[in-house]
C-alpha cells in the first residue's frame, strides 16, 4: 500500500515569491494535517483538514492557507515567502479527524532564497 | 510556547546498549504521546504511543515509560543497533477538542548515534 505522497521533493524560491505544496493521504484516510520542520527542531503544526473543512490552524500568519479536495488531497499555499519560510513541510494522514494516529509523508523541502 | 521539553539533544550509545530520551510536559489535557523516529532527509515515523492510564508499554526493543504524576515519560531503545542512529521525537496531543483537530505538539527531537 503506498503511504503519504507529497510533490515536489525540493523547491526552491526567492523571497516574495508563492508556492503550492501538494500531498495525497494515505488510502481510506479522510484527514491531513500540515506541519512545518525548521531544520534541528520538531515539527509545527500548521493546519488540519478533514472532510474539506479546516478543524485545526497553528499559530501561523494568514500567508499560510491550505484546502483539501473531495479525493482527501491537500494542498498548502505559502505567499509573499520570507527567508524564515524555509524549511521541511510535512503532511500526516489519518483515517478521521479524531483519529490519534498520524503517518506522515517525506516532505517537500523548500528553500527561499 | 514550548510545551514539551525534549533530552538530552544528542547521545552517543554503544551497539547493544541502552539509549533513553526524557520528555516533560506541561498541559495535564495531553492524553496521548507518541514517539516517532526521523531519518535524514525522511519523514518522522510511528513508532510506539502510549495513553496516561498505562505507565509502560513495551513493543519489541522500544519501551514507553510514563510517569503522570510528574508530568514525564521516556523512551528506552534496548540492545540499540546502528540503524537505530536517527532522531526521535517525542510528541503529544489532546482529546478531540472540536476546535482543536488532532494536532502533534513535539519536543525538540534527540539524535541518536548508536556506535558499532
Known amino acids: 500500500d503506498a503511504g503519504v505522497t507529497q510533490s515536489p521533493t525540493h523547491l526552491i524560491k526567492t523571497r516574495g515569491q508563492h508556492v503550492t505544496l501538494r500531498c495525497s493521504p494515505i488510502s481510506g484516510h479522510k484527514s491531513v494535517s500540515w506541519y512545518q520542520q525548521v531544520l534541528g527542531q520538531g515539527p509545527q503544526f500548521i493546519f488540519q483538514?478533514?472532510?474539506?473543512?479546516?478543524?485545526g490552524r497553528g499559530n501561523f500568519p494568514d500567508r499560510f492557507s491550505a484546502r483539501q479536495f473531495p479525493n482527501y488531497s491537500s494542498e498548502l499555499n505559502v505567499n509573499a515567502l520570507l527567508l524564515g519560510d524555509s524549511a521541511l513541510y510535512l503532511c500526516?494522514?489519518?483515517?478521521?479527524?479524531?483519529?490519534?494516529?498520524?503517518?506522515f509523508g517525506p516532505g517537500t523541502r523548500l528553500t527561499v532564497l | 510556547q514550548q510545551q514539551v521539553k525534549q533530552s538530552p539533544q544528542s547521545l552517543i550509545v554503544q551497539k547493544g546498549g541502552i539509549s533513553i530520551i526524557n520528555c516533560a510536559y506541561e498541559?495535564?489535557?495531553?492524553?496521548?504521546f507518541p514517539w516517532y523516529q526521523q531519518f535524514p532527509g525522511k519523514g518522522p515515523a510511528l513508532l510506539i504511543a502510549i495513553r496516561p492510564d498505562v505507565s509502560e508499554k513495551k513493543e519489541g526493543r522500544f519501551t514507553i515509560s510514563f510517569n503522570k504524576s510528574a508530568k514525564q515519560f521516556s523512551l528506552h531503545i534496548m540492545d540499540s543497533q546502528p540503524g537505530d542512529s536517527a532522531t526521535y521525537f517525542c510528541?503529544?496531543?489532546?482529546?478531540?477538542?472540536?476546535?482543536?483537530?488532532?494536532?502533534?505538539?513535539f519536543g525538540g527531537g534527540t539524535r541518536v548515534l548508536v556506535k558499532p
Open positions: 500526516a494522514s489519518s483515517q478521521a479527524w479524531e483519529s490519534r494516529g498520524q503517518f
Open positions: 483538514y478533514y472532510e474539506k473543512e479546516e478543524r
Open positions: 498541559n495535564t489535557a495531553f492524553d496521548y
Open positions: 510528541a503529544a496531543s489532546i482529546g478531540v477538542i472540536k476546535a482543536a483537530g488532532n494536532k502533534l505538539t
